[in-house]
């Protein structure tokens, strides 16, 4: 009774004959025909948490440059001149903050979709 339970457990049919063979085999042992195995599982595309991972990566990173460039870290300096210092924090910064924004909102919505 028990192995009666085990050979319906793995076997399955084949594809081509319709006869059952054993789900361990690649090659139907009635029909000499391959026999693809089946992935059940639809885990193989991106699924957002590498998406969101960045995206909250860049946003911290362009929150860390926004801080020491604008001056906040006070003693701390960036060894940069000053006439390029203003260019970082209106343009790089609020740019790099956005697109990881845009990545994290982008690996949710992959997220949520799978
Ligand atoms: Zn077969």
Redesign the pocket.
Same mark, same amino acid.
């Given at each position: 009774m028990s192995s009666f339970g085990k050979t319906t457990a793995d076997t399955r049919r *084949?594809v081509? *004959?319709?006869?059952y063979?054993a789900g361990h085999l690649t090659q *139907?042992p009635?029909?000499r025909?391959a026999?693809p195995q089946v992935q059940l599982s639809r885990r193989e595309g991106p699924n957002g948490r590498q998406q969101i991972r960045h995206g909250l990566l860049y946003m911290l990173l362009g929150a860390v440059i926004h801080y020491f460039a604008g001056g906040y870290g006070n003693p701390i300096q960036v060894p940069l001149p000053a006439s390029v210092l203003p260019l970082i924090t209106q343009y790089l910064t609020p740019l790099l903050f956005l697109g990881g924004l845009g990545l994290t909102l982008y690996g949710l919505f992959l997220k949520f979709r799978s």
């Open positions: *084949c081509f *004959c319709g006869k063979m *139907c009635f029909c025909e026999v």
